[in-house]
């Protein structure tokens, strides 16, 4: 499939500024937000998941076929989790205008057990 630049561009752009606020986690740049069953894990596996979620790299064809990086999934001390990111206007009102743009955008990253998908 034949992409234009400013497509290819803007795709870049997100990945970029996803990949920065996720291993950054710089609420500046988003917002983190676990769904109740990651919540009810230990603070130990909490933030070891948090700390995968960070560190990702493992993006591929499968998961990742727009090449934005706004989404993963790994296991740890026996769960499987996901992480997804969203994209938000400045205000968490509505769907952002372009996720390119990160002063139009406030990105969400959901960390969720793959059962609550």
Do not use: W
Request: proline share 3%.
């Amino acid at each position: 499939e034949h992409m234009s630049l400013t497509d290819k561009q803007a795709r870049e752009c997100i990945r970029d500024l996803n990949d920065a606020f996720r291993k950054s986690l710089d609420q500046n740049l988003g917002k983190l937000m676990m769904t109740s069953g990651v919540s009810a894990l230990s603070s130990d596996v909490r933030a070891m998941a948090i700390r995968e979620v960070e560190t990702f790299d493992a993006f591929d064809g499968d998961n990742d076929p727009n090449g934005e990086h706004d989404f993963g999934s790994f296991d740890l001390a026996g769960h499987k989790f996901f992480f997804k990111v969203d994209y938000y206007d400045p205000r968490l009102e509505f769907g952002s205008d372009d996720p390119a743009d990160p002063t139009k955008t406030n990105r969400v990253l959901t960390l969720m057990l793959a059962e609550e998908y």
